[in-house]
């Protein structure tokens, strides 16, 4: 690959190292990844030294994780950074894996808080959020209602 080449060539990057975009995105979808534990079969979100259940060291086995999940525990968010678009709803989600993401949600009204939030079954997509300074697209997380109520 020539100098020229490289400084051109616009990259897709992910917000968060947990995220895997594939080559072929966005026609195969990126997709949230962790580390199971080859000795007790915990699995951790993103890359792991040290399983904290069983202490072991690793082997790890890199893991695709669900694009589903239900949230555990949400907040509305009022003020934010210039450019971010407030409120909105924060919420830690609790993946078939026994993982916990951190991720805003959408398609719930920030400003009518609900109690029938929690446990609500929400579903990963991914979205351009930026370009950073070398010109590449930065892609984030992010979840949606599944049912829409
Ligand atoms: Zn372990």
Known sequence: MTQEQVATEKKIKPLVPFLKI???YPDEPAYLWGSKCKSCGTVY???R???AKCASTGPFEEVRLSDEGEIYVFSVVHQTVPGLEAPYVAAIIDLAEGVAVRANVYGLDP???SPQWFGKKV???TEKIRV???GNDVIAAKFKVVDGK
């Open 22 to 24: 594939p080559d072929k």
């Open 45 to 47: 979100l993103g890359s």
């Open 49 to 51: 030294i040290a399983c």
């Open 111 to 113: 400003l009518n808080p």
């Open 123 to 125: 579903k990963m997509y």
């Open 132 to 134: 950073d300074r070398e």
